[in-house]
């Protein structure tokens, strides 16, 4: 069987070309030295690009047969000889901007320019769709429904009624979309289920009377939901997620919840009904958060926490619940030499 190949291999490329769209400077080696792909430190072939900014790899690099490596001022000396040096200022993020060039096809989809919809999808008569929208099989679009050129519907994704969807989105395979609005450049990924009921019911001994969620979604420009996250509409207000917010796999975002601009959740993260989190909020994987509490603007949440109350701007916390990372790391340590006093007794 031959190994199946998912992208392209790029056209060779010069290192001017790829220190232009790194934003580096070539330190050691040619402008006209030619870049044939790219590797990891340890695979890299002659004609291969790398990168280094974690010391943890340090003798990857040392060994590295790579014709070029993007890398950050402080370690271009560790670079070994025969192998060009792109100096930049973020080494990872100068990575990223050579890979979208030389694999345009990860970062939409490659059939893009194909512009079909498929006769085994439904489009409900009174949806509207611009110029440039794909619709492939088995996806479906109710009625009301309004979409963007240059947006993709992935097969079988449903659209509910009246959703609005903005220019150059993708709706990937299996997700639903309802209640919603959505802006422009905004990907879901497979399974994404967005605009649901939200969890309310009103309790008591008679029973749980459920409580009509009658919010909607507001999803911003340039905001990526991971495969099989949920996004609970709102049950008085709208569920919000800030434009350029990235979230992972499988995470859970409660009814009424407010997601800021540019915040960046990891797989697993919860936010309760009614959560706030302002603008560059990052929370890691497998974290809660309470309902009602507000997070401030760029405090960053250590994984398998508990967010309980209000965490000011700016500051690094973790543990359940949450507390400055000092505190909790004061704490642990307290714990674990308590720990060992009780098992040498």
């Not at 003798?59 to 000396?77: D, I, M, N």
Request: with cysteine; proline share 5%.
């Amino acid at each position: 069987m031959s190994e199946p190949k998912f992208f392209r291999a790029p056209e060779p490329v010069s290192l001017g070309d790829i220190a232009t769209w790194a934003k580096a400077e070539i330190e050691v080696g040619s402008e006209t030295l030619e870049v044939t792909g790219v590797a990891p430190l340890e695979d890299a072939t002659p004609g291969s690009l790398v990168f280094f900014d974690n010391t943890a790899y340090l003798k990857q690099l040392e060994t590295t047969s790579a014709a070029a490596c993007l890398v950050g001022k402080r370690h271009k000396g560790k670079v070994p000889e025969g192998v060009a040096v792109l100096v930049c200022a973020d080494p990872y993020r100068s990575w990223a901007m050579v890979l979208a060039k030389l694999f345009p096809d990860a970062m939409i989809p490659a059939d893009r320019t194909k512009v079909f919809i498929s006769d085994r999808a439904f489009v409900d008569p009174e949806a509207s769709l611009e110029d440039g929208v794909t619709i492939e099989p088995g996806a479906v679009i109710g009625k009301g429904v309004e979409i963007g050129s240059g947006t993709v519907i992935r097969a079988n994704a449903v659209i509910g009624s009246d959703v609005k969807i903005g220019r150059d989105c993708v709706i990937g395979p299996n997700a639903t979309v309802q209640h919603s609005v959505l802006g422009n450049r905004v990907y879901l990924h497979p399974g994404v289920c967005c605009g649901q009921d939200g969890f309310g019911y009103a309790m008591g001994p008679q029973g749980h009377l459920k409580v009509p969620q009658v919010g909607r979604v507001i999803i911003q420009d340039d905001v990526e939901v991971g495969a099989c996250t949920t996004i609970d509409r709102g049950a008085n207000r709208d569920t919000m997620i800030g434009e350029g917010t990235k979230i992972d796999n499988q995470v859970q975002i409660g009814h009424n919840v407010v997601v800021g601009r540019h915040c960046v959740l990891v797989s697993q993260v919860g936010l309760s009904g009614s959560c706030t989190l302002e603008d560059f909020v990052a929370i890691g994987g497998q974290t809660g958060v309470r309902g009602h509490v507000r997070i401030g603007m760029g405090a960053q949440v250590a994984a398998v926490s508990v967010v309980s109350e209000d965490l000011a701007p700016g500051g690094r916390y973790g543990g359940t619940p949450a507390k400055p990372v000092k505190q909790w790391f004061r704490e642990v340590a307290a714990v674990r030499k308590l720990a060992e006093r009780g098992s040498g007794s």
